[in-house]
């Protein structure tokens, strides 16, 4: 299929977790792509509607056992929603096969194979590795436009990369004591029940975890690095919180030099004057509310007491996942990026 044709066959492996019932919403809505095809393991197959009964009367699919050569034969692009490890143990018989793959798991992130192997574990495709790039539109969208495997980048690291980068590729931030505090909403947990999701765990409790050892502070280096050209030091905090969706990051900073609010945020509005998913924020801080269920990331920033720092918002589930995956998906097939999404 041409990057220009009419319609995109899209498969869709992995419909039955959050991000990807966020993914199929959006792709049946979507004006240049049909979702022919939805894909899981042996033990979430069924009708779509059995997961998600919200879906009844708009959806009348089921989420059919994953075959490769069956996404082969009826998809453009598969959309690989499945966990790390999982994702590079399908992506080389869809590449094979010719498929373009926006994969949502870490497994293409990481540029190195050893340093993903130190985060996650041993790496069975790592020769692919250099074929794939990091699927933030905002820093790379030639690269998306012309790529077959695009790592769709993690919620975190998209939260805290679009408010960094500009304001450390201009000098106006030192590239090291950076600290990111972040919290998602519990669908950034996944799907899959476990004791520490439960219900009487979640609510009401707001819980920090992996303080300097999460799986995405690697990530987020990488591609600071990559954007600035100076390799930064992060030190991340996510934090869960009893909400169902969203993310809000705080980021400290410390200045080059004597900065103004004012000087930082006309920084990041001249970055993201022609990008049509990130609002620099003047008027108010971001918050979780105004992006809910939408592909927006919303910044800000302040200086106080001889600190710079940044405020970012998104949905963890639609630019933090899904919406980021379709964004990139138009990029790939020569659709204005914007196409489908608001």
Partial sequence: MSKKSQTIRVALIGGSGYAGFEAIRLLRRHPGAELTGIYGPAGEVGPITDFYPLLGKTVEMDQQLYDPAEVAARADLAMLCVPHKVAMSYVPAL?????RV?????????TDAAVYEKWYCPHTDAARLPEAVYGLPEYFADGIAAADLVANPGCYPTCAVLPLAPVLSAGLIQPSGIVVNAISGI????????PAQHFPHRNENFEPYAPGTHRHMPEMEQVLAEITGTPPEV???????????????????????????AEVADCLQAAYADAPF???RTDRLPATKDVATTNFCDIAARVEKGKVILFSALDNLVKGASGQAVQNMNLMFGLDQTTGLY
């Fill in 95 to 99: 590449r094979d096969a010719g498929v």
């Fill in 102 to 110: 926006i994969d949502w798991s870490a497994d293409y992130r990481l």
């Fill in 187 to 194: 669908t950034g947990a996944g799907r899959n029940p476990s």
């Fill in 235 to 261: 030190l991340f905090v996510p934090h869960l919180c009893p909400m169902d969706r969203g993310m809000l990051c705080s980021i400290y900073a410390t200045p080059a030099r004597r900065v103004t609010a």
């Fill in 278 to 280: 990130v609002r620099v």
